[in-house]
């Protein structure tokens, strides 16, 4: 197992950390009584509070339509409760959540956001925010555009005199390439691009992040990382849990607009892309777009789609899809999406990456697995895998989550008179190298929004160019009913036509 030799001292680490420190400001957030906001955007402002990562002049406000004023506060630190790492006691919870207020309006309200407006100015002058605001839009796509036209209507988007107001928009981003444009038009009338934060929480997880450093932060990858060496990459986004109660929103969704076109997209681009040549948002932007232009059209026969019916997930029984609130009981939604796409670049030419993402799968494993080439030679003779091929193969395991790490497996010789060769694994755990965190992903990205770093954020190019790639497979979906839903089982990995993608290419997900 591979340990951690941290280098770094927890005093320089703190300088950093200052050096970060955001602008006096009030985050904003609509949707508030929802359950990204209870679940996971108060925990992540705590946890940044926690940290000492929040200005002194900082204040919380909460916005939804139900009247919540009288328990808003308490909800929240449950929430914080909720997810550990904090006792019931602890004075920075309770200093932290005096700074939480609510406001009740309709997103629809013109004079609920006047008042709203006016409730900030006043918030202003007891906290000293100065006028700069943080607007997160954690409600469903089809209010994004109604809250902007309203935060331009009554003067909430520009910042007076030199204060800032910056907006993070949820996720998706549009339903197709037509419609993401015209959402595009709508915030960029209201808003210049600097202002606009379109968040993909999975760029707030610390093994995404990681994805860059471990290219780029270390010498001996990068020159193995391209079709001379990599046989196939795939990237798995597999959930145990099914739709949690979100019928009306998944079945407009489905496993691709859900996570392929965006989530996994990110992901891929962060494998994918040329080493850039700064951390800086417009550079990494300029690089993850080529990724995406440069991906073949996606083909009809290179995917696959799957919806789980009745199972067993986790020991306990489950009820199909078609069964779930508020699901169309004949419904032709995915809930497994499986795809194989080549991108057409001097590096990647002729490298398949298969890429997969499901609800209700046999078990929670987000990662992304290279494998290797064989060695061009085989002089040891005699050993087999699951593949067949004669040798196993080479594997990095990038964990994104559960047990965030990196693996790599590698042939080692079995002790004793004969030489026979056994997979062994070199394995590097987060928890173990830097101890176990509850942060959830939100923190980063809510703290460089306050900074104004859009690095770890999608522009307005970047999500035209994934739903360019994804609008004409899922029009040809549309076009084809499925006639086998449900195909697969709760708590398997999903259809057959799913093993079967890789099968014809002699290739099997992750395992050989
Ligand atoms: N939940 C999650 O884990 C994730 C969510 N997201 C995205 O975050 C966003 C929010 O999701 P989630 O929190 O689950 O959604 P919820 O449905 O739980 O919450 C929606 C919120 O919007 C408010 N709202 C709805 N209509 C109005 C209205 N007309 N006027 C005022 N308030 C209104 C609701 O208020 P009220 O209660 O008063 O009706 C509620 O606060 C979505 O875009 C989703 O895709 C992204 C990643 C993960
Ligand atoms: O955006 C979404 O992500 C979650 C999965 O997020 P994770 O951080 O738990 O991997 C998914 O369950 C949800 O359907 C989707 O909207």
């Keep these: 197992m591979a340990t951690a030799e941290v280098t770094v001292s927890p005093a320089t680490v703190n300088e950093q950390r200052n050096e970060r420190k955001p602008d006096p400001c009030i985050v904003v957030i609509f949707g508030a009584s929802g359950d990204l906001t209870k679940r996971k955007l108060l925990p992540a402002l705590f946890h940044l509070e926690q940290e000492g990562l929040l200005p002194e002049e900082f204040a919380v406000v909460g916005v939804a339509r139900r009247d919540l004023s009288a328990t808003f506060a308490k909800d929240m630190r449950d929430g914080i409760l909720k997810g550990g790492g904090v006792d019931d006691d602890d004075p920075k919870l309770k200093e932290f959540v005096d700074r939480v207020h609510y406001f009740t309006t309709n997103f629809d309200d013109d004079q609920g956001f006047q008042n709203l407006n006016a409730t900030l100015s006043d918030l202003d002058t007891r906290y000293g925010t100065k006028g700069n605001r943080l607007f997160y839009l954690a409600v469903a796509p089809?209010?994004?555009?109604d809250i902007i036209h309203r935060l331009g209507k009554h003067k909430m988007a520009k910042p007076e005199s030199d204060a800032w107001v910056r907006v993070?928009?949820?996720?998706?981003?549009?339903?197709?390439?037509q419609s993401a444009r015209e959402l595009n038009d709508e915030v960029n009338q209201v808003l210049d691009e600097d202002q606009i934060f379109r968040i993909d929480h999975y760029l707030g997880k610390e093994t995404v992040q990681n994805i860059l450093v471990f290219r780029f932060g270390n010498g001996i990858f990068e020159p193995v990382w391209n079709r001379t060496y990599i046989d196939n990459v795939q990237i798995t986004a597999a959930e145990s849990i099914g739709i949690e109660g979100r019928g009306p929103f998944y079945e407009k969704a489905g496993a691709s607009r859900d996570i392929l076109q965006n989530h996994m997209m990110e992901v891929l681009s962060y494998v994918a892309m040329e080493p850039p040549d700064s951390f800086e948002a417009s550079t990494i932007r300029v690089e993850k777009l080529k990724v995406w232009r440069a991906i073949e059209q996606l083909k009809l026969e290179d995917t696959v789609r799957g919806q789980y019916g009745p199972g067993t997930v986790d020991g306990q029984q489950a009820i199909g899809y078609r069964e779930e609130d508020r699901v169309d009981p004949n419904s032709q939604t995915?809930?497994?999406?499986?795809?194989?796409?080549?991108?057409?670049?001097?590096?990647?030419?002729?490298?398949?990456?298969?890429?997969?993402?499901g609800k209700r799968l046999a078990k929670r494993e987000t990662e992304v697995t290279i494998t290797f080439k064989q060695p061009p030679l085989h002089i040891f003779k005699g050993t087999t895998n699951d593949c067949g091929t004669q040798v196993t193969p080479?594997?990095?395991?990038?964990?994104?989550?559960?047990?965030?790490?990196?693996?790599?497996?590698?042939?080692?010789?079995v002790p004793g008179p004969t030489t026979n060769i056994a997979p062994v694994t070199m394995n590097?755990?987060?928890?173990?190298?830097?101890?176990?965190?509850?942060?959830?992903?939100?923190?980063r990205l809510l703290l460089d929004a306050m900074l104004g770093d859009a690095t770890l954020f999608a522009h307005r190019d970047g999500v035209e160019a994934t739903w360019a790639l994804f609008t004409p497979l899922l029009e040809k979906w549309a076009e084809t009913p499925v006639s086998d839903f449900p195909n697969y089982d709760a708590g398997s990995w999903g259809p057959e036509a799913s093993n079967e993608l890789l099968a014809r290419d002699g290739r099997c997900w992750k395992s050989c």
Aim: aromatic share 18%.
């Design 142 to 145: 089809e209010y994004f555009s």
């Design 168 to 177: 993070i928009i949820e996720k998706p981003f549009g339903h197709d390439l």
């Design 334 to 357: 995915e809930t497994f999406a499986a795809l194989k796409l080549e991108i057409e670049n001097w590096r990647w030419a002729g490298v398949p990456f298969y890429i997969r993402a």
């Design 394 to 413: 080479n594997i990095l395991t990038m964990r994104i989550q559960p047990d965030e790490g990196i693996s790599l497996r590698f042939g080692a010789k």
């Design 428 to 443: 590097f755990k987060y928890a173990d190298a830097f101890g176990k965190s509850t942060a959830n992903g939100y923190e």
